[in-house]
């Protein structure tokens, strides 16, 4: 560790302008997103054209903007490829620079104890020169001192200095305590099997989840604490476990809280006696793909009927299937810690009006997101990426 490359920038060369330095701060971002979106649209493409359908104009347009933009970046590596590894040696020597310094200063204090009044001098005084050089952004010099503080912090702090394999070890396991603190306390990712939500979720959607509203779990419990700060209201989406086989996760929607009494009259839901505000659309035909069952890669096509409903501040649209006729349901009263939820594909939808109420505690958080789908008959579908679950 003693010896660091400081040949990398010790060389005079050409100052590179904003642009360039902003283009390679930004290089590898930009050939990410390009082969991202790339692979995406062609993906997409492929199974519209497999499927005999007519492939969308602004899929031509995704894909030509990515071929484009890995082009430029190309272009400008082989012909500026100086001047990017100017901007990013540099780079890479502030951010060595910065650990650096606070390591420095971090022994300092922390082993005070350890190390005479020469020795803290000489420490102290290699950091001022390294800071010096890092406010003046004298690269070469810069270069010089940050192997001069790191051959001192090798002489006189060399206990405390972590190996590499310590640091990649320590680095890997903060990542995964985070993701797995994320992940039971704050959100988690489901994916949608069935199509008991359409139109609001699709088949094959992958959604974010707030774990965190309706009060905070105990890992590997049913136990809840902080559920009385915020309770689950009438319209939203949730994710619970199925009260019937708690190993089972559903989402559906928030049709009654506790202490409401709910019921269906020829399809028109009425809560504590008032009819949802509904109103049928007309505008466009109602139809979409659903799989016949879970486990299988069979698809129908199916013909509806859609309403736009408002529950309290909640807008979102419910189906029922075509030429069906009308169902009704015997008023229930919701008990005290539950709610009462149905799917928004109400024909299809197997729901508290069939097994019952959701206890809170069952509760694992509210829907947000939707973050990635695929799916048929669209294959990868693009448009409901980022769209916000209502």
């Not at 005084?125 to 800071?131: D, M, R, S, V």
Request: glycine share 8%; charged share 25%; with cysteine.
């Amino acid at each position: 560790m003693a010896e660091r490359k400081s040949k990398e920038i010790r060389k005079a060369q050409p100052e590179p302008g904003p642009l360039m330095g902003f283009f390679a701060e930004q290089f590898y971002t930009f050939v990410m997103l390009a082969v991202f979106a790339a692979v995406l649209c062609g993906w997409n493409m492929l199974d519209t054209y497999n499927a005999g359908r007519e492939i969308q104009p602004h899929m031509y347009v995704i894909l030509v903007t990515s071929a484009a933009v890995l082009v430029l970046c190309g272009v400008v590596y082989v012909g500026q490829r100086d001047a990017l590894e100017i901007v990013w040696r540099r780079g890479r020597a502030l951010k060595e620079t910065k650990l650096l310094l606070k390591e420095s200063r971090r022994g300092r204090g922390r082993y005070a104890y350890r190390l005479n009044e020469t020795q803290a001098a000489d420490l102290t005084a290699t950091e001022k020169a390294l800071e010096e050089a890092l406010e003046a952004r004298q690269w070469e010099r810069l270069g010089e001192a940050l192997n001069q503080l790191d051959a001192k912090l090798d002489e006189h702090l060399s206990f405390a200095r972590k190996s590499t394999a310590r640091e990649y070890a320590e680095s890997i396991g903060v990542a995964v305590l985070i993701a797995l603190f994320l992940r039971s306390f704050v959100v988690e990712a489901f994916r949608i099997p069935s199509g008991s939500m359409i139109p609001t979720l699709q088949v094959g959607d992958h959604i974010f989840v707030n774990k965190f509203i309706y009060g905070v779990r105990i890992p590997f419990t049913d136990y809840k604490f902080g559920m009385g700060v915020r309770k689950p209201e009438r319209g939203e989406v949730i994710v619970f476990k199925f009260p019937k086989d708690p190993d089972k996760d559903f989402i559906k929607r928030i049709v009654a809280v506790e202490g409401d009494t709910v019921e269906i009259r020829n399809n028109v839901v009425y809560i504590n006696g008032q009819a949802v505000e509904h109103e049928r659309v007309t505008s466009h035909p109602c139809e979409y793909d659903d799989k016949i069952d879970e486990e299988s890669d069979h698809w129908q096509h199916r013909q509806c009927v859609a309403y736009n409903e408002t529950l309290d501040q909640h807008r979102f649209t419910a189906i029922y299937n075509y030429g069906e006729g009308v169902r009704s349901w015997s008023p229930v009263k919701v008990p005290p810690g539950h709610v009462f939820v149905m799917g928004d594909n109400r024909d299809n939808s197997h729901d508290s009006r069939y097994w019952g109420f959701v206890p809170f505690e069952l509760i694992k958080g509210k829907a947000m997101v939707v973050w990635w789908s695929s799916g048929q008959p669209e294959g990868i579908r693009i448009k409901r990426m980022g769209h916000l679950v209502e």
